[in-house]
């Protein structure tokens, strides 16, 4: 679906509050929801494969981070 970011959604609610009455509005909420949640499912199932990985700095690594905080 192309959201259409120039849309006036005023006009398609015909002069009401368009949040209650843009059907085009409520379109475009409902895809992104449903974009939303899909993003969040793959996010979890690739986090739940991932093995922990152990942070063990050495003084290097250390001086590295403290300069690029600077």
């Known amino acids: 679906m192309k959201i ?5 959604f005023r006009r398609d609610a ?4 368009p949040d209650a009455y843009s059907a085009t509005l409520r379109s ?3 895809h992104l929801v ?4 899909s993003c969040l499912e793959v996010q979890q199932t690739d986090v739940a ?3 922990p990985v ?3 700095p050495t003084i ?3 001086d590295q981070i403290n300069r ?3």
Do not use: C, L, P, V
Request: no cysteine; net charge positive; aromatic share 14%.
């Open 4 to 8: 259409d970011t120039s849309f006036d």
């Open 14 to 17: 015909g002069g009401r509050d």
């Open 28 to 30: 475009y909420h409902r």
């Open 34 to 37: 449903r974009w939303r949640k």
């Open 49 to 51: 494969h991932r093995k």
């Open 54 to 56: 152990k942070f063990n």
């Open 60 to 62: 290097e690594t250390i």
């Open 68 to 70: 690029d905080a600077i």
